[in-house]
């Protein structure tokens, strides 16, 4: 598809930010200008939707760069300027502007009208609310703090044979057959985590006590309970977390258990080592799908193609334009994401490929977040397109899935075929504990602000005991265990944006299930719902998409056991 940036109607077309007063007199025309006409309120609605769209893809660029060379200090201080000079700058207009689109008469008379403008108005309604002047600088120097975090964790680097891997690459061995391979690089990967330990604990301690001073400031006891609030959970509550929580530990729990304990048997194991938790039981090699990657981008376009050509349309268009940088490299930021550019309409696509099978499910993933912007970019307002989590988190995992039938392109082998597919609900089933587990670990960390670094250990332990399966034999690396929190992204970048990932992943199953019953509809039925974007309630769009927003017990034993039966039938072929 062919795709360029539309022409602007407000702002000029050769903008460049690189002051707070290149930009200064769009914020001071939206706020002085009269609104007389509900014709005059939409054109204002729009006008203020462009500068967003132009504003929010200006940062994401600057991140975008930031994160593929960490390096340089020239990137650094270009993304640096952005959130420490132009955004502390914005966020006194954004309130004068939410203030003015809430007292206009035309607002209510629109929300009657279209729960598009009702659904992003209520948004708007919650940040007048939360809005405080003296928080301004506190955002900012959160958001510059907890950048520290993708350097500290880029600069974590291991020596192996003469080469130096990234964590991403080391990691990669931990799949090797021979034992002693496996041991020395997780001793080593270990013994670097050692060397960070008490500087990410201070970098955490920091953010704590920031981000509780900017809930008080709010007018909450908390900072959990402000982030329930600034995030949005309009369509749940706490309690509905801590179901989440205990359903997760009666009915995912086991079944994770009882998978381990037959990994545990091939092993020919009483215990796991730590080193152990990812090889295979049966002595085979990693899967090992592409080798660069051209390969990986080029087999997951033709894979798109045979679920949906749009899908595969989606990508090459990214590849034509650029918005692609997959290979893990020196002095890269860890991890990968999907970067939504809002002016243009094009995301773009970030991550560590190093040929494993996760890097597979990964590109698979991000790709799901990339259709998902393209299906929505047509819409007419940016803050239509402002997904929340539980949203956009069902678009790559449910991509994750309906993939799968399709990854004969990487393995032609049935073999192998079948291998990717257990290792894929396997990990389905143990990523949910685990994002539990950090859920819950973060709802005790901002209750109990001041707590030490000692209780906040004890704490991880507390609940590592309550998610394992206590499989594994963690004498003398439990340091390692205790500090394994420390290696979660959001904990640090994103706080509470985790359990999103747990009731999207039951939505992705149950999207699955569905197209094992008719891929034509369920394919329909997820293009319709990505389609909306944020323009429908979270309930309302999965309902589109043919499945139900639900994370009550009864829910999950029943995906739980749909999981089981998909496995043995797996288990039946080898």
Not at 61 to 71: A, H, P
Not at 106 to 123: G, H, P, T, V
Not at 529 to 538: E, F, G, N
Request: proline residues 3%.
């Amino acid at each position: 598809m062919k795709i360029s940036k539309p022409i602007r109607q407000f702002i000029d077309q050769d903008l460049i930010i690189d002051s707070w007063e290149s930009i200064e007199q769009y914020f001071e025309n939206l706020t002085s200008r009269k609104l007389e006409t509900e014709s005059d309120f939409k054109l204002w609605l729009s006008d203020q939707s462009e500068l967003d769209a132009i504003l929010e893809e200006n940062a994401a660029w600057r991140y975008i760069k930031m994160t593929i060379n960490t390096k340089s200090k020239a990137l650094s201080d270009d993304y640096t300027f952005f959130i420490s000079e132009i955004q502390p700058k914005i966020a006194p207009y954004e309130d004068l502007l939410n203030r003015k689109l809430n007292d206009s008469p035309f607002s209510n008379a629109l929300s009657k009208e279209d729960d598009s403008y009702k659904i992003m108005f209520r948004q708007v309604k919650k940040a007048i609310e939360l809005y405080k002047e003296e928080n301004v600088s506190i955002i900012s120097e959160v958001a510059e703090e907890a950048q520290k975090f993708g350097a500290l964790s880029a600069k974590q680097s291991i020596d192996y044979k003469g080469e130096t891997l990234t964590m991403q690459k080391a990691s990669v061995l931990l799949k090797e057959t021979d034992e002693e391979v496996r041991k020395l690089v997780f001793n080593k990967i270990a013994n670097r985590r050692r060397d960070d330990i008490e500087a990410f604990d201070d970098l955490f301690n920091s953010l704590l006590k920031k981000r509780h001073q900017i809930a008080l400031n709010a007018g909450f006891d908390n900072f959990r309970d402000y982030k329930m609030v600034a995030m949005g959970r309009f369509d749940y509550s706490v309690q509905d977390c801590f179901n989440f929580h205990s359903s997760v530990k009666s009915e995912i729990v086991p079944l994770v258990k009882k998978i381990q304990q037959a990994r545990l048997n091939k092993l020919g194991k009483d215990k796991f080592m730590p080193w152990d938790s990812d090889v295979d039981p049966e002595g085979k090699a990693p899967l090992k799908p592409f080798t660069d990657g051209k390969e990986l981008l080029q087999g997951t376009i033709d894979m798109f193609n045979e679920i949906d050509p749009y899908f595969g349309d989606c990508l090459s268009t990214m590849n034509e334009m650029n918005h692609l940088d997959l290979e893990s490299k020196d002095g890269k930021s860890p991890g990968g994401y999907n970067y939504p550019l809002y002016e243009i309409g094009v995301p773009f696509i970030f991550m560590n490929a190093v040929g494993s099978h996760r890097d597979l499910v990964t590109m698979v993933h991000e790709g799901g977040h990339a259709v998902h912007s393209f299906l929505s970019r047509e819409l007419e307002l940016t803050g239509f397109k402002s997904l929340p989590s539980e949203v956009a988190e069902l678009a790559s995992m449910s991509m994750e899935l309906l993939s799968m039938e399709k990854w004969k392109r990487f393995y032609p082998d049935p073999t192998n075929l079948n291998r990717a597919k257990k290792e894929q609900l396997e990990t389905t089933l143990k990523l949910l504990p685990w994002i539990s587990q950090v859920d819950e670990f973060q709802h005790w960390l901002y209750v109990n602000f001041d707590h030490t670094n000692e209780e906040r250990t004890a704490k991880w332990v507390e609940l590592s005991s309550e998610y394992g399966t206590g499989l594994t034999n963690w004498e003398n690396n439990e340091d390692i265990l205790a500090t394994s929190w420390q290696r979660q992204l959001h904990i640090f970048e994103v706080p509470f944006y985790y359990i999103e990932y747990g009731i999207s992943q039951l939505g992705a199953l149950s999207v699955w299930k569905n197209s094992l019953n008719n891929k034509e509809l369920a394919i329909s039925q997820y293009k319709k719902a990505l389609s909306l974007a944020y323009t429908k309630s979270i309930p309302e769009i999965y309902h589109t998409a043919g499945i139900e927003f639900n994370f009550k017990k009864e829910y999950i034993a029943e995906l739980a056991n749909f999981v089981g039966e998909q496995l043995e039938e797996l288990y039946s072929k080898d």
